[in-house]
């Protein structure tokens, strides 16, 4: 099992529209999940963190369920320019800080 | 913008070449990580360096290695390039931290 997996889409949906995404991890011990968004051939970027009480910023709402280890990523209201691959991080135990990437799962907003 | 700048941007070199690529982290910044990415691939862990030490590795063999300077900012190098080495190289710096903020990589090719 990889140890951070996602749906790799695409995802195409209306403006307006409502998309979640879903990112599994392996090791049950990591503790720091983030999402990033990356455009097209150009660098990720932090969008946010992902914690245990949930986390909203905007439109967006990130969640962790534990239990059955997956992070979410929740996007309300969707604009053309949320048009991107979106990166689930996960750190891999007993490093804090060695994070490691999902394939991503691209987005496209269609008009 | 990240404030994490890379060199070059692009590079084309011939198997079995030698290649450095840099990066200079976001001041105050102690932690800098690199990764690789392949085309539809999300960014594959390198290694990383806090404080000039080498802070953890990813599954990548020997010929590739690292340093960093005592102004934090650091260096990659891969030897005896291999076809399968084309890719995006990103540099990533934090504070020690799990948030990670990218440069625009260095894409390099390897023909």
């Known amino acids: 099992r990889k140890e951070v997996e996602q749906d790799p889409g695409p995802f195409n949906v209306p403006e307006g529209a409502t998309v979640a995404f879903n990112c599994t991890y392996s090791n049950s011990a990591s503790q720091s999940f983030f999402w990033y968004r990356q455009d097209c051939r150009k660098e990720p970027k932090l969008l946010m963190s992902?914690?245990?009480s949930g986390n909203e910023d905007g439109r967006f709402t990130a969640q962790l369920n534990r239990a059955s280890q997956y992070i979410s990523l929740l996007i309300r209201d969707s604009k053309l320019s949320d048009s991107a691959t979106y990166l689930c991080a996960v750190n891999i135990p007993p490093m804090n800080n060695d994070m490691r990437f999902g394939a991503g799962t691209r987005l496209t907003v269609k008009p | 913008e990240t404030g994490v700048t890379q060199s070059p941007t692009h590079l084309i070199k011939t198997r079995g070449q030698q290649v450095t690529l840099r990066c200079s982290s976001q001041s105050g910044h102690n932690t800098v990580s690199w990764y690789q990415q392949a085309l539809g691939q999300g960014p594959q862990f390198i290694f990383q360096y806090y404080r000039e030490e080498e802070n953890g590795r990813g599954n990548f063999p020997p010929r590739f290695s690292g340093l960093q300077f005592p102004n934090y900012s650091s260096e990659l190098n891969v030897n005896a390039l291999e076809l399968d080495d084309s890719a995006l190289y990103l540099c990533?710096?934090?504070?020690?931290?799990?948030?990670?903020?990218f440069g625009s990589g260095t894409q390099l090719s390897v023909l």
């Open positions: 992902v914690y245990s």
């Open positions: 990533a710096s934090s504070l020690g931290g799990e948030k990670l903020f």
